[in-house]
């Protein structure tokens, strides 16, 4: 049995000689050819092959996916993770400024982003900025507290009122 695009390389060879010879009906050219008389005669009739055609049902299209990706790539590039709730709320405004006026737009499945950087391994591999020392040490809880008293300290010692500030 031979692969799908064997097929079609099979259709090519078979619509060449069809436009050389006119006078032969599709069934002979098809028999002649060894191709599926069905495919060859939809792409005479110039039906793409499904490879060829755009996916349908899709809640997303290439351009509203190029721009949901340029997104997520600033995103990354300012330090910032994209979070998933951050993606979705971007798919969705994304989607309703580039659709026509009145369309109905249904809202994007729970597993969208899933399927999305499965088909997108390339999404993954955004790498973070390292994060200094300093940064993750400023984060922890005592730290964060004893900064807050020594400036309550400094704020009652100088007598500094909360305008100038």
């Known amino acids: 049995m031979n692969s799908y695009k064997s097929d079609e390389d099979l259709i090519k060879l078979a619509i060449a000689h069809h436009l050389a010879h006119p006078d032969l009906k599709l069934a002979q050219v098809a028999r002649l050819f060894g191709c599926n008389y069905g495919k060859f005669r939809r792409r005479v009739n110039g039906l793409p092959s ?20 340029l997104y997520i790539m600033r995103l990354d590039s300012l330090g910032q993770p994209p979070l998933i709730r951050i993606w979705r709320a971007a798919a969705e405004a994304i989607r309703k400024e580039t659709s ?52 309550k300290d400094v704020i009652e010692k100088y007598g500094i009122h909360p305008d100038d500030i």
């Open 50 to 69: 499904k490879s060829t055609r755009p996916k349908t049902n899709q809640p997303m299209n290439p351009a509203q996916l190029k721009a949901l990706e």
């Open 100 to 151: 026509p006026p009145g369309a109905v737009i249904k809202p994007l499945g729970r597993d969208f982003f899933k399927r999305y950087q499965k088909a997108n391994p390339h999404i993954k591999k955004i790498k973070q900025k390292p994060t200094e020392p300093a940064r993750v040490a400023a984060q922890d809880y005592h730290i964060i507290k004893s900064y807050f008293k020594e400036l």
